[in-house]
Structures are given as C-alpha cells and as structure tokens.
C-alpha cells in the first residue's frame, strides 16, 4: 500500500518571511515527517492592515527562502486569488486541487493559534485539515488547553498515528522557534538599523536591493517588461 503523503500548509502574510517562519516550519516537518510544506503567502489579512510589501515582493521573499529546502515550495494560490484570504477557502481549494487523498496540516504558530476563535469559518475550519500548532516565545503550546478550553479535547502530541488519532487533529509541537517578528523587522529597517539574523541573507539582500521597509519605501511592483515570478500551487 502506498504511504499517504502528508503535506503542510504554511500561510501567512510574510511581510517578511523570517527565521521565525522557518524555525516554525522545520519543527512541524521534523515532528510530523511532513513530505511536502507549501509556504502561501496571502493576499490582504482579514484582521490585519494591509501588507506593507507588495504580493510579488512577499511572494519573492518566500521564493527565496524556500530554496533549496527538499520538499519546500512557494505557492501563489492566495495571492492569484486577489482580496481578502481566508485560509478555510485556501483549504477547501487545496482539497479540489488533487490533495483529498493526502494529510493536509496546518502550519501555524502559538501565538496566532490563540485567536483562532475569530477566524472566518469557526470552529468548521478546524474540520479542513490537521492544525499543527508549533509554540513562539511568549506562547508555548502547553498554555493553549487553558486558553482554549473547548478545543482541549481535540488537542494531542506528536507523533501520531492515522489509526488512533482523531480525525482531523490539533497537534502541538513544543520546539524552539527565533524570537522575532515581521513588526520587529520592519521597524528596524525604518530606523536603519541591521536586520542580519533576522532574516535570511538572501532575503535580506532583497530588502535592501529594493529598499524595502524603509521610512519611504519604494515598494512599487516591477513592469510586466521586468518579468513576474512563478508561483507553484
């Protein structure tokens, strides 16, 4: 029997992507043996201010990072879909996209796990695919039962098995991640100060090749005569 691929979802606005993504990402995949991480960056958050940089410059950012990462793909689903993203309709596409045969896992961090109530789609979302819920400084995943006490039940640790786990699950995964933030990031580059270590280098060329995040930022998306990045849902 063929084994069933298990495949990460990892959204987010990424204005920018940072090692705190990364360490996000890599601590789901080791604790889930995920064969796949799509990283999807979004369109216009709907509980957010609209991103700072442009979609190709996010999309861009991700590109980058992504690279050379086995099984790590950048997907421009959300952001050819225009408007407001809403990750029960990124599943739900995903699913009519040849993925209903896999385990889908959502990849998301403590810290926006906790507000999950206020997402479009709840609690049905949770129906949509595994959250795999990875702790941030500030907010382990251990806290999360008490914070969510209608949800406790559905919570459990990794490993786990497709026979005895509920069906889909909410796992927590208790790694350490990179204390730092797109804000923080951002406010630096405003300020001129270094972002090294922050993000990776060949983000942090990008950033500082396009001026990115800078007190008057030329954020401008280049012509169609310049090319456009392609993205792989």
């Known amino acids: 029997m063929t084994p069933v691929r298990r495949i990460g979802v990892f959204g987010g606005t990424f204005d920018p992507i940072h090692r705190g993504h990364l360490d996000i990402g890599c601590a789901a995949e080791r604790a889930l043996g995920l064969t796949r991480m799509l990283v999807i960056p979004g369109g216009v958050p709907p509980h957010r201010a609209q991103p700072v940089a442009s979609g190709y410059h996010r999309f861009a950012m991700v590109a980058l990072s992504v690279a050379g990462r086995p099984g790590w793909r950048a997907s421009d ?117 270094s972002i090294a270590g922050l993000v990776g280098p060949s983000v942090e060329q990008h950033i500082e090749q396009h001026e990115l995040y800078t007190a008057a930022p030329d954020d401008r998306e280049p012509s169609p005569a310049a090319g456009r990045l392609n993205g792989q849902g």
């Open 77 to 193: 689903l959300e952001l050819r879909a225009g408007g407001r993203s809403y990750t029960s309709a990124t599943l739900e596409e995903l699913r009519g996209r040849g993925y209903a045969s896999t385990e889908l896992f959502f990849v998301i961090g403590a810290d926006a796990f906790a507000d999950i109530e206020a997402w479009k789609n709840y609690p049905g979302i949770l129906d949509h695919a595994h959250f795999a819920v990875v702790s941030r400084p500030g907010c382990s995943v251990s806290q999360l039962p008490e914070r969510l006490p209608t949800l406790a039940r559905r919570m459990v640790r990794p490993p786990i098995d497709p026979a005895t786990t509920p069906n889909p699950s909410i796992i927590l995964i208790d790694a350490p991640t990179a204390d730092v933030s797109s804000t923080v990031v951002r406010e630096r580059r405003a300020l001129g100060q």
